[in-house]
């Protein structure tokens, strides 16, 4: 009688640590992507390739175009080295057109405004007939610039646009690497952090993860879009260079919505040697100043700016770590930046969200993915669309979730503000 | 010196120490009696201090009292040494008949535990009140703690020490007052407004009892759950059951643990062995601190959750989803722990064979 009381003590226990076992067995970790130098090596040729029409690396496709806003990937990330950030004269303009139709149901139309085509360029009247038929509008008529003499153009109700500057990839197959339970983790320390209080908080630094349809966590792109880097390569290859490829094809003139690709630009390998070279750019690093007489003031300055950012609440957002990615500054989750940062607009089409998603779940205007920080020194302008030029203006800039925090640094005396900065521009590109 | 124990009719009996051990029959039923030992079978428990109300009461009536608030003004018979069989009632030695205080049964059935938490309700829902504005306040105060770390860490530090020290005060007392209803049922009162009253160091004793009972194995499997889920990215079933499991655990763990103790009155006996023995004694009934309390436990928590999200919100939703749930959940923690004291009084520890 008592072996059979043992037999069902056994089976409950086996019940019971069998979902353990499973998931240790299953626990995913920390991987980096090995990199194959041969990869890389070939995926710089491409990376540093000037595309063209017809381009012969493109065999199967059109190559270059039909419409683009670069000829080549390091015309655009060039700051401190192919991969690095760009200038505003490479900004692209991405639009969001909110119409409601007959029978009431809200429709939104996501794209981009190219800045060059092979034949008639994008203009913004081909967005909406009330918008100016102006092609490459540059920042200062999109956004309320200070000191700025142009004026700003009036968008028409439900149409909004805004440009994208271009960001760094240093270290990008570190942030590929993290885990998405990293960055979940990250999202549920802010909630507990800030009292349980919601993302959708106007002045705390809640953020929240974005979940794309396939249930993964986006890592790349101002609206954490992209899940991996392979696929924010493919991307970009496709919306800036027109380069049709597996993972995204080539986006159509705005004046010609019916054009049909031709082909594959770029096939799955060659996409695969593009993002081994974008994973093989080193990590920014945390440099002092190279005169050695400047060293010693400079790292103590930085010391004490590294203990004042993390003191007015900047480490919030910009978590000096992530997992096991030291030095990132960024927690890779939206936050609300508040209305005079909105920007709505993606590539092409909107991203596809979950099924069972509410429909507000997608990133909002005002939403955007804290960039990382390192190797900030070497990427000015700054902020999504590069309409602040110094790092003091960026903080200032900032708003919504990140108002409070913009407070308490306006709140220094201007000796400690020189101290935030001197650290932070030791944060330089490899 | 005498042993005074009660017949199942209900008659308080007295008889001298040569009786101990021994039958004989009551005057009043003419059941036959078996008289207590003198070497108890378990330490016994302290029962929960008297309410204000009933202290007045008893003072105005004057009865003796013992230290367990039981009433020896009532016991009519004394046994005879020489004749066990011979009961001789002497009437009792007063000048007028006191208004004795109508004591209720100690509960037989777990419906009647329902009732007790209703007994003490004015109690109930000024705690409920009291937990409610402390936990609205802690999570919308909780933002606001950079504000506190400016003018220097040594302010923020006492800050934070003596909101701690409330925090558990307060949790101790919400502690002490729902254990009053275990420590009762095992010292075998009925139903009362029992309550710590003003006694401090009770208090204090029964917060650092939860403590040391929770520190004593919960606790880490709390950290494991705890980890977990924060740390094991969108969760899953599979991973659901599993942070189910380690919370069913130390839930479980917990107020057996808590049970172990105080019916010992030992702090040792918040030991995995206790605990285990105790299940084995409740056999069936194991089903309700192992599985039913965990249970409840989640589902107040989600509430809770819900209801300290909603405080952030422009709404009133919060506060009084709040309340409700301190409601319930003093409700539910008072009546199961009644419910498991009456039946570990009922059912009393077998002492070890040697």
Redesign the interface.
């Known amino acids: 009688m008592k072996g059979s009381y043992w037999g069902w003590y056994g089976l409950i226990g086996v019940v019971v640590l069998a979902p353990v076992g499973v998931r240790v067995l299953t626990w995913p970790g920390f991987r980096r992507q090995a990199i194959d130098p041969a990869m890389a090596q070939a995926g710089q040729t491409l990376f540093l390739h000037e595309w063209k029409a017809g381009d012969p690396l493109s065999p199967g496709g059109d190559g270059l175009g039909p419409v683009y806003n670069a000829a080549s990937c390091v015309a655009c990330h060039h700051q401190g080295g192919p991969g690095g950030a760009g200038g505003l004269e490479h900004n692209v303009t991405a639009f969001t057109m909110t119409e409601i139709t007959l029978d009431q149901r809200r429709q939104t139309r996501e794209g981009v405004v190219h800045s060059y085509a092979l034949g008639e360029p994008d203009k913004l009247s081909q967005v909406h007939h009330a918008l100016p038929a102006v092609s490459r509008p540059t920042l200062a008529m999109l956004v309320s610039l200070p000191g700025s003499e142009r004026s700003r153009i009036t968008f028409p109700s439900g149409v909004h646009l805004s440009q994208r500057n271009t960001p760094a990839l240093f270290g990008a197959n570190q942030i590929d690497a993290l885990p998405d339970r990293v960055i979940i983790a990250n999202e549920r320390k802010q909630r507990l952090k800030w009292g349980l209080a919601s993302a959708k908080s106007e002045d705390l630094p809640v953020g929240r993860a974005h979940r794309l349809a396939d249930g993964r966590i986006g890592h790349f792109g101002w609206k954490a879009q992209s899940a991996s880097l392979s696929a924010f390569v493919q991307a970009a290859c496709a919306n800036e260079l027109g380069l049709s490829n597996p993972g995204q094809a080539q986006p159509r003139p705005l004046g010609k919505p019916n054009t049909q690709p031709t082909g594959l630009d770029l096939i799955a390998e060659q996409c695969d040697q593009i993002t081994s070279f974008v994973a093989s750019l080193p990590q920014p690093v945390e440099r002092l100043p190279d005169e050695s007489r400047l060293r010693d003031f400079v790292r103590e300055e930085a010391t004490a700016g590294k203990r004042l950012f993390e003191r007015v609440g900047c480490a919030d957002c910009h978590a000096p770590s992530l997992g096991e990615v030291k030095g990132l500054y960024s927690d890779l989750l939206l936050h609300d930046m508040g209305q005079p940062l909105e920007g709505g607009g993606s590539y092409n089409e909107p991203p596809p969200q979950k099924p069972d998603a509410p429909s507000d779940d997608g990133p909002q205007p005002g939403e955007w993915r804290t960039p990382p920080l390192w190797g900030v020194a070497d990427s000015a302008p700054y902020l999504h669309d590069g309409r602040a030029w110094t790092l003091d203006k960026a903080i200032e800039l900032h708003g919504g979730q990140a108002a409070r925090s913009a407070r308490s640094f306006a709140g220094l005396s201007k000796a400690e503000q020189a101290q935030v900065i001197a650290f932070l521009k030791t944060l330089r590109a490899p | 010196m005498s042993i005074k124990f009660i017949c199942s009719c209900g008659k308080h009996l007295r008889a001298r120490d040569e009786m101990a051990a021994r039958r004989s029959v009551c005057p009043r039923c003419g059941a036959p009696v078996g008289i207590p030992s003198l070497q108890p079978t378990h330490p016994g428990t302290r029962a929960a201090p008297l309410t204000p109300q009933e202290r007045r009461r008893l003072r105005r009536e004057k009865p003796s009292e013992d230290a367990f608030g039981v009433d020896t003004a009532a016991i009519t018979a004394d046994l005879s040494p020489s004749d066990p069989l011979s009961i001789l009632a002497t009437p009792p030695k007063q000048t007028r008949t006191p208004r004795l205080r109508r004591r209720r049964q100690l509960e037989t059935r777990w419906t009647e535990c329902l009732i007790y938490p209703f007994l003490g309700w004015r109690l109930f829902l000024a705690l409920a009140l009291v937990l409610t504005v402390l936990s609205a306040c ?6 606001e703690m ?1 504000r506190f ?1 400016e003018p220097g860490r040594e302010i923020w530090l006492s800050y934070y020490f003596a909101c701690l020290s409330l925090v558990f005060l307060i949790a101790a007392y919400i502690g002490s007052t729902v254990e009053c209803a275990l420590r009762s049922a095992l010292a075998g009162e009925g139903p009362g407004a029992y309550w710590p009253g003003w006694h401090i160091g009770n208090v204090l004793k029964s917060g650092l009892r939860w403590l040391f009972c929770f520190l004593a194995g919960p606790i880490v499997l709390v950290a494991l759950a705890g980890y977990y ?6 969760l899953t079933r ?2 659901w ?2 942070v189910a ?1 380690l919370g069913t655990l130390a839930i479980a763990y917990w107020m057996l643990a808590i049970v172990a103790t105080n019916e010992s009155n030992r702090l040792r006996d918040a030991n995995p062995l206790r605990v285990a023995q105790l299940i084995y004694r409740l056999r069936y009934r194991a089903i309700v601190p192992v599985l039913v309390v965990p249970a409840l436990v989640f589902v107040h928590g989600l509430v809770a ?1 819900f209801a ?2 909603e405080l ?2 422009p709404t009133i939703l919060g506060w009084p989803m709040l309340l409700a749930f301190w409601c319930s959940a003093l409700f539910w923690a008072t009546f199961l722990l009644r419910w498991l004291g009456v039946w570990c009084y009922r059912n009393p520890r077998m002492p070890p064979l040697h």
């Not at chain 2, 802690?138 to 933002?143: C, E, H, K, N, T």
């Not at chain 2, 889920?229 to 969108?234: F, I, M, P």
């Open positions: 802690l999570v919308l105060l909780i933002p950079p770390l889920w924060l740390y094991g990215g969108d599979l991973d059951l599993i499991e959750l300290l999200a952030h919100r």
